[in-house]
């Protein structure tokens, strides 16, 4: 009973940014961690950033300075704001989610992906 959708991904020019969104829905009790990945074709899949319930942030390298993580609780929303686009950027962007449901007064944890929202750099 829970579902991940992305959204926010499109077309931009090198230099250019984007803001992704992966919302989650359903019955559970909190998110546990977001996480960004992207795969583009011939590559493998990378994790571009995750972010926790207490708020521990990391990036990968690659993005580290150009993309900024954050959640609004109240949404159970995850952002990635992507700036100074390149080529190299262009990929399928997933969520992923650890949500917490509680069960007799206990926490269960369940990992969760969402279908992927494209994102294309290009002139």
């Known amino acids: 009973q829970v579902q991940l959708v992305e959204s926010g991904g499109g077309s931009v020019q090198p230099g250019g940014s984007l803001r992704l969104s992966c919302v989650a829905s359903?019955?559970?009790?909190?998110?546990?961690?977001m996480r960004w990945y992207r795969q583009a074709p011939g590559k493998q899949r990378e994790l571009v950033a995750s972010?926790?319930?207490?708020?521990?942030?990391a990036y990968a390298d690659s993005v580290k300075g150009r993309f900024t993580i954050s959640r609004d609780n109240a949404k159970n929303t995850v952002s990635p704001q992507m700036n100074s686009l390149t080529r190299e950027d262009t990929a399928v962007y997933l969520c992923?989610?650890?949500?917490?449901?509680?069960?007799?007064?206990?926490?269960?944890?369940?990992?969760?992906w969402g279908q992927g929202t494209q994102v294309t750099v290009s002139s």
């Open positions: 972010i926790t319930n207490s708020n521990e942030i």
């Open positions: 359903g019955s559970f009790f909190s998110i546990a961690a």
């Open positions: 992923n989610a650890e949500v917490a449901l509680s069960l007799h007064s206990r926490f269960k944890y369940y990992s969760y």
